[in-house]
């Protein structure tokens, strides 16, 4: 009991000093926290949405323009395939009643498009996602099945849970809430963020990058008129004037590597700088040498942002995208961009903004619940066990400053939940104490001396105490892992609260027991 390494020694209270010293930023007032030097650092603890107030978004998957743009890319999908070797000749290929629909110009030939066109049909998984069906002996019809549609819909939205996910975290917010609802419908909570408009604007863009060729054949009468030559489409710019371009992309979102705000040398603008991969760069190199003083368009989300004019080619995977951008459109735009574009695009159903007074009363409720069990606790033990109640005091308010100076140094999210793990874990950091305390009585009545009973019950509780905690940390790892936003933090509340106690209860303990014990005293009232 009395071997007690110096090296153990000097990391257990530096531990301890290290820990209180993290928990003092987020003790002190704003204004005090405020007043600290710079060099200072101050980790403190986050407040969740329900205490801090935040913003509340319902996002809703548009299955409607899903379905039509799946129409849209077989259709291309058919076109270019068919268009392989052997090629097979086909009339227009068009869509009609939520179907994709062509004529096979040889009528003995719709067999070779069935088997040309099968691999489509189905997904990776094997299932069929759409239904092939001939009409007249030469009509090709294909129809979206119902479980295509559902399975497609499904991993859509998982894919889109994640890009919002990604996108929230750029904008450096702590412990969002991002949960599916239902099939179609994602739940995001933002703690600390007032105007939900911006996030609103990022959410609901879709971030589909493209640079494409300007068609300078067109027509522009029939232009006007929304009529494209084959193989271009009509598209408009931000101020709504048509502009038609090539339906195939020399350079899409998928290409980039990284995007970020950034300014025009020569006008001070704000822009959006972009790095392409490997293969984009290469892309786009040979697109631009062969290009060379002809406009692009770049576009996101099917409008034109800018149609600049290659004026030399351009090699080195750098481009950049203007177009009268605010500092904030222009970082909102790098962050879409940088997270990647949403499989499917979301709507807003409904926002709101939790008034931060409802959390203040919370918190009151909670630091006062914290306060009244700290104290019947150390009464408890004060009373119970004098001398070791009294080690057992020290070691619970140093445990409950080690649980603020660490929730602070990861700046971890305090909720509701969170509070009232806080305080179960004040209850529950004596429980080992206890369990302590009766062991060294049991050794007492056995007729051991100070020292033998203090050993042995030291030695003997501290395998039960971590079998239990150990328990405990398992279930609020699963916590963390599958809940979300106040569970997870109230999960890590209770896994820090968890190791602290332990920390504290039994080695921060046997510390000062030890020392004490090197006075050798001869009695133990307990």
């Not at 994640?162 to 994602?186: A, C, F, H, W």
């Not at 590597?257 to 040398?265: E, F, L, N, R, V």
């Amino acid at each position: 009991m009395l071997d007690f390494p110096r090296w153990k020694v000097w990391l257990t209270w530096v531990a301890i000093v290290v820990c209180v010293l993290m928990a003092v930023p987020s003790l002190l007032p704003g204004t005090a926290r405020n007043a600290l030097p710079g060099w200072v650092p101050k980790p403190t603890v986050n407040l969740g949405l329900d205490l801090a107030g935040g913003s509340y978004l319902l996002l809703e998957g548009d299955v409607a323009q899903f379905r039509a743009d799946r129409l849209d890319t077989m259709r291309e999908t058919v076109r270019q395939e068919l268009r392989g070797d052997p090629r097979i000749e086909i009339g227009d290929i068009s869509i009609r009643d939520g179907n994709v629909s062509f004529m096979v110009r040889d009528a003995s030939r719709v067999d070779a498009v069935r088997e040309r066109l099968l691999p489509l049909l189905s997904n990776d998984n094997g299932q069929r996602d759409w239904d092939f069906d001939v009409v007249d002996t030469s009509r090709v019809v294909l129809t979206q099945t119902d479980s295509g549609i559902a399975s497609a819909v499904d991993q859509a939205m998982g894919d889109a849970t994640e890009v919002v996910r990604r996108r929230i975290d750029e904008l450096g917010t702590r412990e969002p809430t991002i949960i599916r609802q239902g099939s179609e419908r994602i739940v995001v909570q933002v703690p600390g963020l007032g105007d939900p408009t911006e996030l609103k604007d990022l959410l609901g863009r879709t971030a589909l990058l493209e640079f494409k060729l300007v068609d300078t054949t067109a027509d522009v009468a029939q232009t006007m008129q929304g009529i494209a030559p084959v193989g271009s489409e009509v598209l408009e710019m931000e101020d709504g004037t048509p502009i038609v371009v090539k339906r195939n992309a020399m350079i899409t979102g998928d290409m980039l590597t990284k995007a970020s705000q950034g300014y025009d040398q020569q006008t001070g603008a704000p822009v959006v700088q972009l790095t392409l991969n490997g293969a984009g760069t290469r892309r786009f190199a040979r697109v631009t040498t062969e290009h060379t003083g002809e406009p692009f368009a770049i576009i996101v989300d099917d409008v034109v942002i800018s149609a600049p004019r290659i004026d030399e080619p351009i090699i080195g995977g750098q481009a950049r995208i203007s177009g009268g951008f605010t500092v904030e459109s222009a970082n909102q735009l790098a962050i879409a961009l940088r997270s990647g574009k949403l499989p499917i695009r979301l709507k807003v159903m409904d926002q709101s903004t939790v008034s931060p007074e409802l959390g203040q009363d919370s918190i009151n409720k909670g630091a006062l619940a914290s306060v009244l069990a700290t104290v019947l606790v150390m009464a408890f033990m004060l009373i119970t066990y004098f001398r070791f109640g009294v080690y057992s005091t020290v070691a619970l308010i140093v445990n409950i400053l080690m649980i603020i100076g660490i929730m602070g140094l990861f700046n971890a999210t305090l909720t509701l939940p969170g509070i009232a793990g806080f305080v179960l874990t004040i209850g529950a950091a004596v429980d080992a104490n206890v369990l302590i305390n009766e062991r060294i009585r049991e050794e007492q009545r056995r007729g051991r001396g100070v020292l033998q009973s203090v050993e042995f019950g030291y030695k003997e509780a501290t395998r039960a105490i971590f079998d239990a905690n150990i328990t405990n940390v398992i279930a609020a790892a699963i916590m963390f892992i599958f809940g979300s936003g106040p569970i997870r933090g109230f999960a890590v509340v209770l896994t820090i609260g968890i190791v602290t106690s332990v920390f504290t209860a039994v080695t921060f303990t046997r510390l000062m027991v030890s020392n004490w014990l090197k006075k050798r005293p001869k009695e133990l009232v307990l």
